[in-house]
């Protein structure tokens, strides 16, 4: 079974940076996309940003142009570069990957557990 374990959130002024690392371990047979959804306070997760195996991306719309992601297939890692944050970005941030299985086309939804992010103005 494939584990993600984020890290990298804490507080930051507004429009600073800040960078989360998320990294997959355990029964690894493939990976395809993976990602961040962020949840803040009283509001539904969302999707911030996804990059797929050969390194297409997509972003949501409020980050565009302050948040980059990217990926290292060798190491199982996805990353995710915050710029100009301000404190609408203020979430838990939670990585995703789909996960291949050993003797099938299907691949499995893995989430972590989440790292919060919290922006001050």
């Known amino acids: 079974q494939v584990q993600l374990v984020e890290s990298g959130g804490g507080l930051v002024q507004a429009g600073g940076s800040l960078r989360l690392s998320c990294a997959a371990s355990?029964?690894?047979?493939?990976?395809?996309?993976m990602g961040w959804y962020r949840q803040a306070p009283g509001k539904q997760r969302e999707l911030v940003a996804t990059?797929?195996?050969?390194?297409?991306?997509n972003y949501a719309d409020s980050v565009k142009g302050r948040f980059s992601i990217s990926r290292d297939n060798a190491k199982n890692t996805v990353t995710l570069q915050m710029n100009s944050l301000t404190p609408e970005d203020t979430a838990a941030y939670y990585c995703?990957?789909?996960?291949?299985?050993?003797?099938?086309?299907?691949?499995?939804?893995?989430w972590g557990q989440g790292t919060q992010v919290t922006v001050s103005s």
């Open positions: 995703y990957a789909e996960s291949g299985r050993r003797t099938s086309i299907y691949y499995d939804p893995v």
């Open positions: 990059i797929g195996s050969t390194g297409s991306t």
């Open positions: 355990g029964t690894i047979v493939s990976i395809r996309a």
